[in-house]
Structure formats: structure tokens, C-alpha cells
């Protein structure tokens, strides 16, 4: 149900608005791109202002038609270096315009405004927003076809579905309770992209429940939910300060010591090449135990 | 109403069942393997919300009292946003500065207890409207400085609102639970002295000359007000954030039970802003999963009220 909504999200826009458009222009993009390689590469100014986009791009080859970032478009390194367009949140119109790019990639509810100014400018533009792991293999193949690096798209993609299937499903699913802000408390919902990386791991997100994407929950309700393992996805403390909070020391993942930090959130909040890795990683942390006896 | 002792078992009848309905209801339910660290959050968000209630409703009655003056309160003087810019000053400099959390919260508040009395005082006189509106200027100013705060010190968008809107809900930890024990203490004392000048606010609350003619050092009871009330306010707001219309509203409410007297009136202001209180946090936890801030309880009962006071009294 999910998928459908990130397939509502995504589209090209430019040529005009429909998403119905998306394939024929991405077909209109594939056939300018076969047709005269070398000169659509070095014609392709790409802009993304998406920092998954932005790895999908570089992990495709594509990384040279690629003019303008943003300043969280941090991986990999050669990101880092690209002429940056201002923050993730609040990108500069003029900045993007005079680059003059072909294609510009953003995403939504972020990037609104943006997308009907381009639209009165007539500069292509495609959104993302995946909304779990399958529309987010689509995605990949969809940018990579619009890159002109269909062949490596799919190579990338065949690859990442393969290291999936060999994640082993366990038998124990511990009860998670992902944090991504402290004050106040903030998890993960059900509907999140997280939250199917926590299950694919072979984990249990206590709060899956919720109906908000991102709810702020109360100190008690993750006491009753006595998670057995705490992932905290936010910079600002540490594991020390989560098992010094006062009537914690009773939750499983406390006594156990089983509270996880410094973890590298672009693995799993980045719809883009690198979430197997953050379903690794996840699928580690949460079955540590078994592994090490 | 002229019957204290049937009001005063109005009021802990209140605040009693206000407290069992918040041990009692939680988004952590009655059961399971952690009821007991469960009961103990919320024995401690108990004794927050008596502070932080009883505090606001007696520094709003004392504040009216003094300044004879029927808006005054800690958050339409500016004082409740300045007490939250103190505090979240102090938290963006940093971990150990956090610790002195409600040390800035009382810089705060003082510095505008002070600022908006000197804006409002025009030609040696404090006007109703002067002061008010001093106060919503100087809320609004600082409010949006709590903001600034918190993004130039990357703290998040959730943390400014809960500042800027009041909670009951701050996550302590071993050393900030101290902290506020030694801030539940202190505001419990600080009440006890504002109850003790009684007298002086009864006389002062009939006009400045006439308190003067009767031997009331006014300079001195208006100082010694200000300093308390900052000193109350800003330590509770640094763990609240600012909460809104309980010192407004409860003083109105206490005086039609017990008439002007300061002596009933501000420990009724204690009892009942504690009971009210605890009960706009019942309803602003339960309602929305994750929980609502405070403010917006507070302010729809709340403003209903401030309308009526505006038509009515002045």
C-alpha cells in the first residue's frame, strides 16, 4: 500500500505535468541518449537535490553529468566536491537556474514550490520519493535509464536483490525501538522507510503501530513496550545518557546493554544505493547475540 | 461564594482526583513488565505538574495583587518567554551548561520581569494596557528568539515547541532529577515567602498611596515580588517550557471562591492552578497519541476565560 504512494510521488515533470508522462519521456531521454552517446553526455546537466539521488547518480557512472548538490549530498566522496546549491531543505532557485541544468532531481513535500517554478521554466525535473525498498530498486533503474547508464542500472539493481535474498530471515525477531530525536522522544512509524529496513533485518519496531510517520511518543510508553534493543539514530547522545534516564534502567536493551549509537544514519534513511548496507548493518546489530554465541 | 471551607474541599477534591487520574491514565497503560519504573515517570510528572501549577497560579496572583492590575500573569508579562529564552540559551551552549538549565531560566525571567515594568511605566505610571502590551510585545520578541536559538544550535524544531508551549513530560536523568528536587523545594519556599507578605499585597492591591500612607514600604514589597516570582518562574520553566494561562486564569477563579484576601487566595491559587494543571496534562497525553504541548490544553480553556475578563472587568 505503501508502494502506491511512492509511485504517486514519483514522475517526470517538465514536459508536462502527468505521471503518465514519466515513461515516455524517460523514453524520449533513453532513445536521445542511445541515439548520440557522446553528445548527450556532455549536453546532460544533471542537478540533484536529493542526497540518495545524488548516490544513485554517482553508483550508475553518471557522476560527470552531474553539475549541482546539495550541501547534505555527502557520499561518495566526489559528492562532496560538486558545486553545491545550498541546503537540502532550502536549496537557492537562482544557483540551480544558472547552471542551466537538463534535468533537475528533487523530492517531496520539501521541494514544492520548487517544482512549479521549474515547471514555469520549462527545465525537466524528476521527483523522488520511494516509498519502501521495492520502489526504491524501481528508482534506481528509472534514474539510471534517465542518465543515459540503463546497462549499469540494471547490473546495480540485480546486484542489491541478490544480497537481499541472501539475508538469511531468523527465527527471533527482538523488539526494536529506534530513536531519532531525544528531546522530546521521537521514533519511526509504521509507514516509514526505516521501519521496513527494521523488519527486513528481521527486527520488530514497537511503535509499527503508530499513524504518524514520525510521532514525539511519552517515556512511558517506550517503558511499556520494553524494547530489547534501542538504536539511537540521532548525533547528540549517547548510549551512557539513554541508560542513565530515570526509570529506564528496567527496559530489556538497558539491562542487557543493548543500545546501539553512533550508527551511520545515511544507510538507513537514504532511499538510494547503499540500504542493503543499512539492512545489514541493521541485521547485525539485532542479532548480535546469536552471532557472538 | 462565602463559604471557605466548603470551597478549600472543592479544591482538594480537585486536585486529589486531578493526581489519581494521572497516576492512574498513561500511554504506558496499567500492566506489563515495567509498571513499576512506569508508576515512578509518573509520580515524578505528578509532583512536576503540583510545581509547576501551583508556582504559576500563585505568581499570577501575586503579580495581579501588586500590580492591581487583572491581566498580569507570568506569561502575558513576557516573563514565562523569558525564562524560556534563559533556558534555551543555556542548553544550546552546551551539556554542562545544561545542568544550569534553571539558573538561566531565572536570569531570563528577571531581566524581562524588569524590562516590560520599565516599558510599561510611562510617566511614573504602570497602565493595565501598558503593561500588557509591553508584555505580548516582549513575548513575541522572544519567542522568536527561542527559536533563533535553536536552530543556530541545531537542536530540533520539537524541542523549541515543546520550550515555547509547555510540557510535563522532560526525560530526567540521574542528575537533572536532582536538580529538580532541589527546584521543587525551593518553589515550595518560594511560595511560602509570597504567602507571608499577604498583608502588604492586600494593602497594596488597593492603590500604591494608599499602601504608602499606611506604612507599607511599596519600593520594597515590589522588588521582593519580582524576584521571588523570577526566581519561581524561571526555574520551572526551565523544566516545563512555557505554559500558558494557568497563572492568567486560576487567581480569577480562586477570588470568586474566597474573595480578594490575599492569605486564602494564594494558597487557594496553589491547590487549584496544581489540580488544573494535572488535568490539562491528562488530556493533553491522552488525546493524541504522543501527546499534545500544554499550552494548547491550557489555552482553549483558557481563552475563553481571557475573553470574559476583557468584556467584563475593564
Known sequence: ?293 | MRRPSLAWAGLILLLVSAAALSVAIGPGGFSGTNLGAVMNLRLLRLVLGVVAGGVLAVVGASLQGLLQNPLADPFTMGVASGAALGTSLTLVLGRTAGAFAPVGGFAGALATMLLVYALARVRGRVTVTGLVLAGVITSFLFSSLVMLAMILGRRTLGEAVYMMMGHLGPVFTGTTVWIFGAVAVLSIAGCAWLFSMSRSLDIMSSGEEAAETLGVDTQQVTKTVFVISSVLVGMVVSFTGAISFVGLVVPHLVRMLFGPEHRRVLPGSFVAGAGILLLSDVLARNIVPGGLPLSIVTALVGVPFFIYLLRSRL
Open chain 1, 1 to 293: 500500500m505503501k508502494s502506491s504512494l511512492g509511485f504517486l510521488g514519483s514522475g517526470v515533470r517538465g514536459f508536462g505535468s502527468a505521471n503518465g508522462l514519466r515513461r515516455l519521456v524517460s523514453i524520449f531521454l533513453m532513445v536521445a541518449g542511445c541515439g548520440q552517446r557522446q553528445a548527450s553526455e556532455s549536453e546532460l546537466r544533471v542537478v540533484s537535490l536529493v542526497p540518495s539521488v545524488t548516490e544513485i547518480v554517482y553508483a550508475v557512472g553518471a557522476g560527470k553529468a552531474l553539475v549541482g548538490n546539495t550541501n547534505q549530498c555527502s557520499f561518495p566522496e566526489a559528492a562532496r566536491s560538486a558545486y553545491k546549491v545550498g541546503d537540502f531543505m532550502s536549496p537557492d532557485l537562482e544557483r540551480i537556474v544558472a547552471l542551466r541544468p537538463s534535468l533537475v532531481f528533487l523530492t517531496l513535500p520539501m521541494h514544492r514550490q520548487l517544482l512549479d517554478k521549474f515547471a514555469e521554466l520549462k527545465i525537466p525535473t524528476y521527483v523522488s520519493r520511494p516509498g519502501d525498498i521495492e520502489a526504491a530498486l524501481r528508482e534506481i533503474d528509472t534514474v539510471a535509464q534517465l542518465l543515459g547508464h540503463r546497462t549499469a542500472g540494471e547490473s546495480l539493481v540485480a546486484g542489491m536483490r541478490r544480497r537481499l535474498d541472501s539475508i538469511a530471515p531468523s527465527a527471533d525477531t527482538p523488539r526494536v525501538y529506534a530513536e531519532i530525536s531525544g528531546t522530546p522522544l521521537m521514533t519511526a512509524g509504521g509507514g516509514t522507510f526505516i521501519n521496513e529496513l527494521l523488519v527486513r533485518a528481521g527486527g520488530r519496531n514497537v511503535f509499527a503501530s503508530s499513524a504518524q510517520e514520525y510521532p514525539v511518543v511519552d517515556p512511558e510508553a517506550v517503558l511499556a513496550a520494553d524494547p530489547e534493543v534501542i538504536l539511537l539514530l540521532h548525533p547528540d547522545m549517547s548510549a551512557r545518557d539513554v541508560a542513565a534516564r530515570v526509570g529506564w534502567g528496567g527496559i530489556s536493551a538497558v539491562k542487557k546493554g543493548r543500545i546501539y549509537e553512533k550508527l551511520d544514519e545515511d544507510l538507513l534513511f537514504r532511499p538510494g544505493p547503499r540500504i542493503v548496507d543499512g539492512v545489514v548493518l541493521l541485521a547485525r546489530l539485532l542479532h548480535s547475540e546469536t552471532t557472538r554465541s
